[in-house]
C-alpha cells in the first residue's frame, strides 16, 4: 500500500500537484477500501475520521482530480451513484467488469472473463481497444435466497 500511495504521490509531483494531507487521507482511504467501490460521500465519512477538518467539496474536488490523472476511475452502474476505483497497476489500459446485484446494490469485480473476446476483437477488426467497461445486473446470491427477492424477482419475470 505504501508502494501506491509513494507512486501516485510521483505522479501527482510530475503534474505539478501536491499530496496534501487532504488529499493523502482520500487517498489512503481508496487504498484501504480498494474492493468497496465507494460513492463521494462514503470516501467523504470515512476520511472525516482521518481529517475531521476536511469539507466534503474538498473530497469532491480531490475524486475528480484523481479521475483526471486517471489514478482513479469514475464509475457509475446505472442507479444513480457515481462511484470510484482506484487503477490497478498490473493493467492500467482496462477496467475490470462488473457484477451488480439490482436487490442490494452489492459490487463484485471480475477481471478475467473477456480477455479473449478482447484479444479477438483487437485482431478481427484491427481495433486498437483502450478502454471496457462492462456490468452484469442481476442478483447476487446472498440476495437470491430472500422470499421477498425471490416473488419480486424470479416468480414474475416481466420485472426484469
Not at 50 to 60: S, W
Not at 63 to 79: A, R, S, W, Y
Not at 134 to 150: A, E, N
Request: proline residues 2%.
Amino acid at each position: 500500500m505504501e508502494d501506491k500511495l509513494t507512486r501516485i504521490k510521483q505522479l501527482l509531483s510530475s503534474q505539478r500537484f501536491k499530496l496534501t494531507p487532504q488529499r493523502q487521507a482520500t487517498v489512503q482511504v481508496l487504498l484501504e477500501h480498494q474492493e468497496d467501490h465507494l460513492s463521494a460521500e462514503d470516501v467523504y465519512l470515512l476520511v472525516k475520521d482521518k481529517a475531521p477538518e476536511i469539507g466534503l467539496a474538498t473530497v469532491y474536488r480531490t475524486l475528480e482530480l484523481l479521475t483526471e490523472l486517471e489514478i482513479v476511475h469514475k464509475m457509475n452502474f446505472g442507479d444513480g451513484v457515481t462511484r470510484y476505483d482506484l487503477r490497478r497497476d498490473e493493467d492500467a489500459s482496462h477496467i475490470h467488469h462488473h457484477l451488480v446485484c439490482m436487490n442490494c446494490g452489492a459490487v463484485q469485480e471480475i477481471d478475467y472473463l473477456l480477455q479473449d473476446v478482447e484479444k479477438i476483437v483487437e485482431e478481427t477488426f484491427d481495433f486498437s481497444i483502450m478502454d471496457v467497461r462492462l456490468t452484469f445486473q442481476g442478483i447476487c446470491s446472498k440476495c437470491k435466497t430472500d422470499p421477498v427477492v425471490q416473488e419480486k424477482y424470479f416468480k414474475h419475470p416481466h420485472h426484469l
